[in-house]
């Protein structure tokens, strides 16, 4: 079975050598690596020719990350498609361990593999599972119900997914119109989610890094946050995924996007009595989620074995 590994990458000659390399080394042989340059201007290029035939190079004008994942994808010839940011890397079992449980859990319907990833902050370190409240019982094994978390909460998924090219094909690529790719990937994985249930590993098999150039450090959370707002009503407008939502869920969360979206745009007021305010108000939301993540009858995911 082969895969096809797109790495999308602008401007990355201090970490693109970690990430091909990390590919590259998968014990999964059976592998296409695609790096699709976005107009690149620093040494990416010719970092890049130092691999020869080992990797098929895409140059295009700089288009965004959304536009460089697309063209990956379309250049594509692997029945897997799995993405790696070009910062980032992944453990050598990784594409194997995800290729194995698609194999396994094909007559179960399971449109793409997750596993988990260690964050490496430079003040700290955290798994994606955790951050996204997900504690699986199991070390892996089907997840029923992706929808419902993935309407309720973020999941780091680009570098962590193994997408079958016809789920992928059915939820439709990256959308390009989202400014500077914010949450591309949130958008992509709720789409996936709702046209089938995911497979999915506990544990570490990526290692996601921080850098100055994430998208999370460079845009304000107002931003974020509306963008969520206009990602899940865009995607409920589409009568294929409108059927599969879960109204109740998309509801509640959109509510309390609101309820930040609110608290964020009094905290950015001229008016220094409304800033404090919208502190407090966003403290207390704060407070609210903190508590909730904690509450024995949270959101969990559905899980069952193989």
Known sequence: MLVSVIIPTYNRA???ERAVNSVLAQTWR???VIVVDDGSTDQTVAILKKYGDKIRVIRRQNGGP????????????????????????????????????????????????????????????????????????????VWSNPADIIVDRFLLFNQVASIRREALSQAGFFREDLPFGLN???????????????????????????????????????????????????????????????QALLRRR??????????????ADESAAIRALGRSFN?????????NSRLPFRLKMRISKI
């Open 66 to 141: 959304a536009v460089a994942r697309n063209t990956g994808i379309k250049a594509a010839t692997g029945e897997i498609i799995s993405f790696l940011d070009s910062d980032d890397a992944w453990l050598p079992s990784k594409t194997e361990r995800q290729v194995n449980l698609l194999q396994r859990t094909e007559s179960s319907g399971v449109v793409c593999c997750v596993c988990n990833a260690r964050m490496l902050y430079a003040s700290r370190v955290v798994t994606t599972f955790q951050v996204s409240c997900l504690h699986p019982e199991l070390a892996e094994g």
């Open 254 to 267: 959109l509510r309390l996007l609101s309820f930040d979206l609110c608290a964020l745009r009094m905290g």
């Open 184 to 246: 591309d990937d949130y958008d992509l994985s709720l789409r996936l989610a709702l046209v089938g249930p995911w497979a999915f590993i506990a544990d570490t098999l990526v290692e996601w890094h921080e850098h100055s150039g994430n998208i999370s450090r460079s845009h304000s959370k107002l931003a974020i946050c509306a963008q969520t707002i206009e990602i899940l009503q865009n995607i409920n407008n589409v009568p294929y995924f409108r059927g599969k939502m879960p």
């Open 30 to 32: 059976q592998l296409e």
């Open 14 to 16: 201090d970490t693109i």
């Open 283 to 291: 403290l207390f939301l704060r407070g609210y989620r903190a508590l």
